[in-house]
């Protein structure tokens, strides 16, 4: 039972360029989160996904943040124009919601610096 | 709303000895799910232990144990005879029934345990 990958771990831009962050999350869970984390601070809700479907979306999420899951199973974080307030880790997570637990599992993260 | 409070920035303890780490939290929800999470320098989230608001039977797993306190809505881990890879941060989690499945972190403890 493989766990949460993130890709990349690391991503350093210059402000006003866009990113693209990857999760692929355990393979049977159909529920997706990201969150980010700043310095000192716990994790952040950002948005959620059912299978395909953008549940909930944080007010944290202004509109240079959108998110996908088109199939269901890995999903993209994009940052437009980024800021150097957007500098965080960017946590995935997934749980199942078949298992009746709900406990989410996290990946490693993707560290984004902004210059 | 949900709130979590984990009193505690940092604690320094010394090799084998028992260390505490409060967790109270905040929800209007009758039915709630409170989690531990432990965040080693490497930065992975590693969940720990999930508890049903329903059930206060307390838990002990190895050297951990958690005990939960609905009349001081209190969550509070302890690490007997604690050891340097105990080392991390750790940070409790709120899940409310009511909405959708996000969860809500504290600030987190950072545990320096010192050879």
């Known amino acids: 039972d493989t766990g949460v990958s993130q890709n990349p771990r690391h991503k350093i831009t210059k402000r006003g360029q866009n990113v693209t962050f990857r999760c692929d999350p355990i393979?049977?869970?159909?529920?997706l989160y990201w969150y980010r984390q700043t310095l000192g601070q716990g994790p952040e809700f950002l948005t959620y996904?059912?299978?395909?479907?953008?549940?909930?979306k944080s007010r944290l999420l202004s509109d240079r943040f959108s998110a996908e899951r088109p199939k269901g199973s890995f999903s993209t974080l994009e940052i437009q124009r980024t800021e150097q307030g957007d500098s965080a880790m960017y946590l995935c997570?997934?749980?199942?919601?078949?298992?009746?637990?709900?406990?989410?599992?996290f990946g490693p993260g993707t560290r984004l610096t902004v210059l | 709303a949900q709130k979590v409070t984990q009193a505690q920035t940092e604690i320094s303890v010394v090799e084998k000895e028992d260390v505490t780490l409060d967790c109270v939290y905040e929800t209007r929800d009758t039915t709630y799910y409170l989690f531990w999470y432990k965040q080693p320098p490497s930065g992975e989230l590693v969940f720990l232990i999930r508890r049903n608001s329903f059930d206060e039977q307390n838990e002990i797993s190895g050297r951990y144990s958690w005990n939960f306190q609905k009349s001081t809505s209190s969550f509070n881990f302890t690490i007997t005879a604690s050891q340097v890879v105990d080392s991390a941060v750790y940070f409790c989690?709120?899940?409310?029934?009511?909405?959708?499945?996000?969860?809500?972190f504290g600030k987190g403890t950072m545990l320096l345990v010192s050879p």
């Open positions: 996904f059912q299978n395909e479907a953008q549940l909930e």
């Open positions: 997570a997934s749980s199942s919601q078949t298992s009746g637990r709900y406990e989410q599992f």
């Open positions: 989690a709120l899940r409310a029934n009511s909405g959708y499945s996000t969860l809500t």
């Open positions: 393979s049977e869970h159909n529920r």
